[in-house]
C-alpha cells in the first residue's frame, strides 16, 4: 500500500497491532470491522485509531486484502 508509506510512523506502529488482532479474530470489538456502502459495498474497514482506517475485502475463508490505509477521505 502506497498510503502506507506516507502515513507517521505512529499510526504504522499502531496499524500493525491493530492487524496483529486482525489476524485473532477480524470482527474483534476493538477493531470496529464494518461493511462499508454504496460504491464500496463490496469492501470492509476497521479501525487503527478514531482518525484512521485500513479497507480490506474478504477474498475467501483464508484470504483478505487489504487496499488502502488512511483517514476518513479514503473512503472518497
Known sequence: M???QK???????KAEKQETIFRKNPFDP???THQLAGK?????SFSVDYQYRI????VD?????????G????YK
Not at 479497507?55 to 474478504?58: D, E, L, V, Y
Open 2 to 4: 502506497k498510503q502506507y
Open 7 to 13: 502515513i507517521p510512523n505512529k499510526i504504522k506502529i
Open 30 to 32: 476493538r477493531l470496529k
Open 40 to 44: 464500496l459495498k463490496e469492501f470492509w
Open 55 to 58: 479497507i480490506f475485502q474478504f
Open 61 to 69: 475463508e483464508n484470504i483478505v486484502w487489504f487496499y488502502l490505509i
Open 71 to 74: 483517514t476518513h477521505a479514503i
